[in-house]
T-cell receptor, first 113, second 114 residues
Framework: DTEVTQTPKHLVMGMTNKKSLKCEQHMGHRAMYWYKQKAKKPPELMFVYSYEKLSINESVPSRFSPECPNSSLLNLHLHALQPEDSALYLC????????????FGQGTRLTVV | AQSVTQLGSHVSVSEGALVLLRCNYSSSVPPYLFWYVQYPNQGLQLLLKYTSAATLVKGINGFEAEFKKSETSFHLTKPSAHMSDAAEYFCVLVSNFGNEKLTFGTGTRLTIIP
């Protein structure tokens, strides 16, 4: 199994809603990532988990809250988002080995109304 | 500091013609380099990677790239373009400062002309 699975594929939410994005992998990867990608731009790193511990937070607003319940799962909890947060949210995972490639999920297309 | 520069945000080639997507990098330590492809509304898929074993790297879908240290380049090529190659392509660098820090180029959108 070489897949990173993200759910849902599409999400529309109001600015007062609370929702969660989910990501799952079964490749034994111990590093997991959240990226945000705006149209016609490269992905921007948001968070990195290494061995289920948050190792990088790229100054992301607190309305985004990551969680890593176990080595296979990664969540991104969303609350009180703004319309400018609309984007493609990508999850990725990799081995904790320098030079290992990151495997990306198909992404969640988020629209905030 | 490390960086990646992709020359040409848009490249158009005719079906059957040579594809050449340019990538130059800057790194103070030996880099690891990747090319990823992204189809519309999809995630990123690895095409190929350079990890210092061989300078000419072959990837999926007939793509290859050559690492040239003297030119600090890692250009992506394919001898004959196919309509299915139309996508966004990202050159990505990882240095030994930390595997978790991928440095992305700005991307090149490849259009194939029938």
């Amino acid at each position: 199994d070489t897949e990173v699975t993200q759910t849902p594929k599409h999400l529309v939410m109001g600015m007062t809603n609370k929702k969660s994005l989910k990501c799952e992998q079964h490749m034994g990867h111990r590093a997991m990532y959240w990226y945000k990608q705006k149209a016609k731009k490269p992905p921007e790193l948001m968070f990195v988990y290494s061995y289920e511990k948050l190792s990088i937070n790229e100054s992301v607003p607190s309305r985004f809250s990551p969680e890593c319940p176990n080595s296979s799962l990664l969540n991104l909890h969303l609350h009180a988002l703004q319309p400018e947060d609309s984007a493609l949210y990508l999850c990725a995972s990799s081995f904790e080995q320098l030079g290992s490639e990151a495997f990306f999920g198909q992404g969640t297309r988020l629209t905030v109304v | 500091a490390q960086s990646v520069t992709q020359l040409g945000s848009h490249v158009s080639v005719s079906e059957g013609a040579l594809v050449l997507l340019r990538c130059n990098y800057s790194s103070s330590v030996p880099p690891y380099l990747f090319w990823y492809v992204q189809y519309p509304n999809q995630g990123l898929q690895l095409l190929l990677k350079y990890t210092s074993a061989a300078t000419l790297v072959k990837g999926i879908n007939g793509f290859e790239a050559e690492f040239k240290k003297s030119e600090t380049s890692f250009h992506l090529t394919k001898p004959s373009a196919h309509m299915s190659d139309a996508a966004e392509y990202f050159c990505v660098l990882v240095s030994n400062f930390g595997n978790e820090k991928l440095t992305f180029g700005t991307g090149t959108r490849l259009t194939i002309i029938p």
